[in-house]
């Protein structure tokens, strides 16, 4: 089975501070996607990557940033974390003409 | 640009009833993929069933089967014989045929399932 972990499923940051959120798949797939859920909006695509050191930006890029050194990890930065970026974080990751996304279990991130 | 809309932001519905969760989505593209994606409360995303365009049989998955009519982009969830461990949030999502499996979400529908 296809396992995507996210390093945290809770997560409290206070405004300003730098945030990493980190995504690891096993099943070497080259696509990885970091989205943003929030009630009545969906899922919204932030990032994601085809291929190691490869990002392309989602619909929602601003304010994030993103680095993909490793073929099985993906991580989605919030440079300076705001109020408005408290959210719960989706990281998926897929094989090329798979035609199917496999999710993590999510990160809900809280910026005070 | 696609857009994938769901009318029904939240359902209920009785155990063993059938329920329909509708989508509708928009695009230019002939050849596409249609899914219906569920995530539990404080669960994993999983998908439930995927629709090929170009394939005129509606996909079926146990209980779960879709009414897909393409012409009026269409693309309902049929959930027969509900049980209480099918109340999630419902998405409907879009993906074109390429190389970067990106997929387009609509909003979503909360199920609940009542005994």
């Known amino acids: 089975d296809v396992k995507v972990t996210q390093s945290s499923r809770y997560l409290v940051k206070r405004t300003g501070e730098k945030v990493f959120l980190e995504c690891v798949q096993d099943m070497d797939h080259e696509n990885m996607f970091w989205y943003r859920q929030d009630p009545g909006l969906g899922l919204r695509l932030i990032y994601f990557s085809y291929d190691v050191k490869m990002k392309e930006k989602g619909d929602i890029p601003e304010g994030y940033s993103v680095s993909r050194e490793k073929k099985e990890r993906f991580s989605l930065i919030l440079e300076s974390a705001s109020t408005n970026q408290t959210s719960m974080y989706l990281c998926a990751s897929s094989a090329p003409q798979r035609n199917e996304q496999f999710f993590g279990p999510g990160t809900r991130l809280t910026v005070l | 640009a696609q857009t994938v809309t769901q009318s029904q932001p939240e359902m209920s519905v009785q155990e063993a009833e059938t329920v329909t969760l509708s989508c509708t989505y928009d695009t230019s593209e002939s050849n596409y993929y249609l899914f219906w994606y569920k995530q539990p409360p404080s669960r994993q995303m999983i998908l439930v069933i995927r629709?090929?365009?170009?394939?005129?049989q509606n996909a079926t998955e146990n209980r779960f089967s879709v009414n897909f009519q393409k012409a009026a982009k269409s693309f309902s969830l049929k959930i027969s014989d509900s049980q209480l461990g099918d109340t999630a949030m419902y998405f409907c999502?879009?993906?074109?045929?390429?190389?970067?499996?990106?997929?387009?979400f609509g909003k979503g529908t909360r199920l609940h399932i009542l005994p």
């Open positions: 999502a879009f993906m074109k045929l390429g190389v970067d499996d990106k997929i387009i």
């Open positions: 629709q090929e365009a170009y394939k005129q």
